[in-house]
Every structure is written in structure tokens, then in C-alpha cells.
């Protein structure tokens, strides 16, 4: 009896001692911040992100956004003069490894970062691929591309393509 006793207080003082260690120790101050990024980096989890190229050139993106509900998923990355838009609705079932939906990419461009946004939609609506088996409106990484063509007035097609990584919890 004794020895299941002395084992027991073993392994309760090691577990302890292995906790203290993960979560800075009892009475310790932990400065880490407690944002989405913070976390997934703890968790060993890539954190979100959007790239975006416009006509083969990388866009700088500084400031992403992405949301999502039984039927819907939508993401935007932009800077203070460029933003993309995706919108996926009707997500109504799954077609061999891929997902069914409606979906739309926006490009909206400014003269600066006080004026007003000007918009337009890709020819056909884009495209929105998820990577296999990803489901878009579930608690999950949800990843995939996307791509448009864009018709400017005056101006050669526009091409925007983009890969998103977006952990949802």
C-alpha cells in the first residue's frame, strides 16, 4: 500500500512540476498578451494570414479580416489604398473533395487613404477553391486560394490571385 501511495505522490508532484513549467509557474506574472496571434503560436498553430498578388506583384497586406457563419464565409485583406474582398454564401453540401457555393471577389482601389473606396467585381465572379476537405464553416484551419479577372474601363484586365490560412476556434 505504501508503494501506491509514494507512486501516487510521484506523479502528482512531476505532473505539477511539468504544469508550473508550461504555464509559467504558480504566482509568476505572464506579459504575454492574449490575442488570436499570441495564442496560436503558443498552441504550435501557424497563425492567419492572407497573400495577395495583383497582376503577378505581391500586394502588401496590413490588415486582415475573416468571418464566417452556417452559410456564409468571407475574408478581406487589404492596406490603405488596395483591399481585396471574398464572399462565399449558399454553402449547401459537398461535390467530390470540394465544397458547393456561391462565391464573389471584390477589388476596391483609392487615391488615398481619405477617399472613398472604388469597387468592382471580377468577370464571372472569381473563383474560391478550399483545400481538400476543409470545411468553411466549421471550428478548423480552413485554407485555400482564390482568383480573379478584373475589367478596368480604359485599362488592360486586371489579375488578382491570393492564398488564405485562416484558423477559426
Not at 469597387?119 to 478548423?140: H, K
Request: with cysteine; net charge negative; aromatic share 14%.
Amino acid at each position: 500500500m505504501k508503494f501506491y501511495l509514494l507512486s501516487l505522490l510521484f506523479t502528482m508532484a512531476f505532473v505539477s512540476c511539468q504544469k508550473s513549467n508550461l504555464d509559467g509557474g504558480a504566482g509568476t506574472n505572464n506579459n504575454s498578451s492574449n490575442n488570436s496571434h499570441d495564442n496560436s503560436i503558443r498552441n504550435n498553430v501557424k497563425p492567419s494570414s492572407i497573400t495577395v498578388s495583383i497582376n503577378g506583384d505581391p500586394m502588401k497586406v496590413t490588415s486582415i479580416s475573416y468571418d464566417r457563419s452556417s452559410s456564409t464565409f468571407n475574408l478581406s485583406a487589404q492596406n490603405s489604398l488596395q483591399k481585396v474582398d471574398v464572399y462565399c454564401f449558399h454553402i449547401y453540401g459537398s461535390s467530390g473533395l470540394n465544397y458547393q457555393y456561391q462565391d464573389s471577389l471584390n477589388y476596391s482601389v483609392r487615391d488615398d487613404s481619405l477617399s472613398a473606396w472604388y469597387t468592382t467585381r471580377a468577370t464571372n465572379y472569381g473563383r474560391v477553391d478550399f483545400d481538400c476537405c476543409a470545411f468553411p464553416v466549421a471550428d478548423s484551419i480552413v485554407a485555400g486560394n482564390f482568383s480573379g479577372l478584373f475589367a478596368l474601363e480604359g485599362k488592360d484586365d486586371l489579375s488578382v490571385v491570393g492564398n488564405f490560412y485562416l484558423v477559426f476556434k
